[in-house]
């Protein structure tokens, strides 16, 4: 427990104040956000950067910008719209959202975190980042950016746990500013700086606002009791996956099971689309079993179809 009152006070106002001189200009934090622009980055922003989500985000907010219109689309179109985001399942519970949405709340976004929890795709970080950012309302958003900024700033380690713990859980709680206004800042805030200046590998401390009273800087800065591995790449199931995603991607139409099977190398004879992407499966080399394997993985995930030999989004 925090049990210093002024300690949490010098926090909230520090972290506040340097969030609103600081703070990215991002579109799904502007005045005329809505409920669906801030769900649909908040989807986008899972495990992905804002780079990389930025150009896609509004891309569909031009082409979708109600949940009605995402409903209507075809799911061939959404897996395709989703680009190399990476992870396209997001996209498939993103439309079902979308549809439930329609179905049962009139095409409008619920504001109750309850609700929000109750549709396809949302978990708890995603029902309370919703109703938080795209209402006002009052909630506590955890990530992982938000976890460092306590691990250090709080409990002077180096990172937190590698999973979300019970005591966390009730640190983010407590450290909450009762104002309900500024308890909305507060999350953008915290979560802002942990993306931007407490990052886990090279953290700015000289521009962080609470580097006087950090527990980490306190502590000496003490080693990680881990060492966080990135997921590996090269090879994995997820990789081949999204190369032949890629292919399906650029294909104007439907490919022949046959040259997805053999890594592309059987294109000429049925004729495949030359498309870059078809150039990078086969460069990867997979074997049949690895191929297969993924393609039938695709398929029971719904991002693929297949009808007889021919395999289509």
Not at 91 to 107: K, M
Request: charged fraction near 25%.
């Amino acid at each position: 427990m925090v049990e210093d009152q002024a300690f949490k006070e010098y926090l909230h106002r520090r972290i506040n104040q340097w969030f609103r001189a600081h703070a990215r200009d991002l579109p799904w934090r502007a005045d005329d956000r809505t409920g669906w622009s801030v769900m649909v980055s908040e989807f986008m922003l899972q495990q992905t950067p804002v780079v990389r989500v930025l150009p896609i985000w509004e891309q569909w907010m031009q082409r979708w910008p109600t949940p009605a219109d995402l409903a209507a689309a075809d799911t061939a179109e959404v897996i395709r719209a989703w680009g190399r985001l990476g992870y396209p399942r997001r996209a498939l519970r993103l439309h079902a959202a979308a549809t439930a949405i329609v179905e049962e709340h009139g095409g409008e976004v619920p504001e109750d975190y309850e609700t929000l929890l109750a549709l396809p795709g949302v978990g708890s970080y995603t029902a309370a980042a919703i109703t938080v950012f795209a209402f006002g309302h009052r909630a506590t958003v955890i990530d992982t950016n938000i976890r460092r900024v306590f691990a250090r700033a709080v409990s002077g380690k180096a990172l937190p746990a590698k999973s979300l713990t019970a005591a966390e859980t009730r640190l983010a709680n407590e450290l909450m500013p009762a104002d309900d206004r500024e308890a909305v800042t507060w999350n953008a805030a915290t979560m802002e700086l942990g993306a931007l200046i407490c990052t886990a590998k090279s953290p700015k401390c000289e521009a962080c606002p609470v580097q006087e009273k950090c527990a980490w800087i306190a502590a000496g800065r003490p080693e990680p009791e881990y060492q966080p591995k990135g997921q590996e790449w090269a090879g994995t199931d997820r990789q081949l996956r999204g190369a032949i995603m890629a292919v399906l991607r650029e294909s104007t139409g439907p490919v022949h099971s046959e040259v997805l099977l053999s890594g592309g190398k059987a294109a000429q004879r049925y004729r495949a689309e030359a498309v870059p992407a078809l150039e990078k499966l086969v460069k990867l080399n997979s074997p049949a079993e690895q191929l297969e394997r993924c393609l039938t993985s695709l398929a029971t995930d719904g991002l693929i179809r297949r009808e007889g030999d021919l395999i289509s989004l």
